[in-house]
């Protein structure tokens, strides 16, 4: 199984055996050198990062996922599993997001709808 994790909170630990980790950030993967040291993840760019893999976690500041690329999911297959992490904090760090907002109002909708988009 391969794990790829956007941002560094995600592969904190160590590499579990027999998984291979990848981890990206938005500076590329020169600047989570130490990172990859530390646990054994691969640092690569975000689009890298997401192919040939089972499972993604996003777990960014969450008004950054509308900065990741807008196709960077397009060639990943249905059965790839997507965990979002992002919290949604309107006042302490992403500001109001009306996408998230207008999700929240309808029923089943959450930030995870609207990141997921
Ligand atoms: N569900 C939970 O239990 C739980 C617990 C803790 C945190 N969270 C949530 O998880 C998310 C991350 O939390 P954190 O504490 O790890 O935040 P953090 O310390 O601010 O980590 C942010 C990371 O995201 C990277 N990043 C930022 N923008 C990016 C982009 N556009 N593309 C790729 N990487 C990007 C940053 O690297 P660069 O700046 O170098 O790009 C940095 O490595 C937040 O939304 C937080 O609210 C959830």
Redesign the pocket.
């Known amino acids: 199984m391969v794990l790829l994790a956007?941002?560094?909170?995600?592969v904190r630990y160590p590499s579990p055996p027999g998984h291979e980790v990848f981890v990206?950030?938005?500076?590329g993967p020169e600047?989570?050198s130490a990172l990859a040291v530390e646990t054994g993840a691969t640092a690569v760019p975000?689009r890298e990062a997401v192919r040939g893999v089972d499972l993604v976690v996003v777990?960014?500041?969450?008004k950054?996922?509308a900065?990741?690329p807008a196709d960077l999911f397009a060639g990943t297959p249905a059965a790839v599993v997507v965990v979002d992490?992002?919290?949604?904090?309107p006042r302490q760090?992403?500001g109001r997001i009306e996408g998230i907002e207008g999700a929240c109002r309808k029923a089943g909708g959450s930030s995870s709808s609207w990141a997921g988009r």
């Open positions: 956007l941002a560094k909170s995600a990206a950030n938005s500076r600047t989570l975000v777990t960014i500041p969450l950054n996922v900065s990741l992490t992002c919290n949604y904090y760090r992403d």
